[in-house]
């Protein structure tokens, strides 16, 4: 009888960052505010020659990479099928459905390729970048990725990415 393979999880917590955003639902946008974000990644698959599953510390460093680019900055969502955004003069113009208009400095936004700045696209955004990594990217024996968001106490969201095997 063929022994089944074994499976490892690897996790790593306690990443934060903190940004401001709005969330756009219901055919509005919520008013502009911030969480202190916590973040956790966990990378699951088979022992690698060494006998681990990714470095603990190479996945932190990479997760607090990730999270610095997000840190003390205006979260933007691009894809917004709400927003009207105009980058002008060093500047993002944002007017929302309500006819609030706000003028950021560009040094001050990150302007994610995602459609809402909720903790689920979040987590999908950090988790596909932490997926495309080197360490993991390279790595034949990692099955998959997930990554939590926290915005708060008692609130996360999470993201699972399978990982597709090198040819």
């Known amino acids: 009888m063929a022994q089944k393979e074994e499976r490892y999880e690897v996790r790593v917590e306690g990443v934060q960052f903190a940004a401001a955003h709005f969330a756009t639902f219901g055919g509005e946008c919520e008013p502009l ?18 006998s681990w599953v990714v ?8 997760l607090r990479g990730l999270c610095h680019t997000l840190d003390h900055r205006f979260m933007l969502q691009l894809n917004s099928r709400l927003l009207k955004i105009e980058a002008i003069d060093g500047c993002w113009r944002i007017e929302t459905p309500q006819g609030r208009r706000y003028i950021f400095p560009e040094a001050d936004v990150v302007a994610l390729p995602i459609d809402n700045t909720t903790a689920e696209r979040l987590a999908e955004w950090l988790c596909i970048r932490l997926q495309e990594a080197s360490l993991i990217r390279e790595a034949g024996n990692v099955e998959s990725v997930l990554v939590e968001v926290w915005e ?10 399978e990982c597709l095997p090198l040819d």
């Open 55 to 62: 470095d603990f510390v190479k996945l932190k460093s990479i």
């Open 33 to 50: 505010h911030g969480h202190s974000y916590s973040v956790a990644a966990q990378v699951d698959g088979t022992l690698s020659t060494e």
């Open 152 to 161: 708060g106490p008692g609130q996360r969201a999470s993201y699972h990415l």
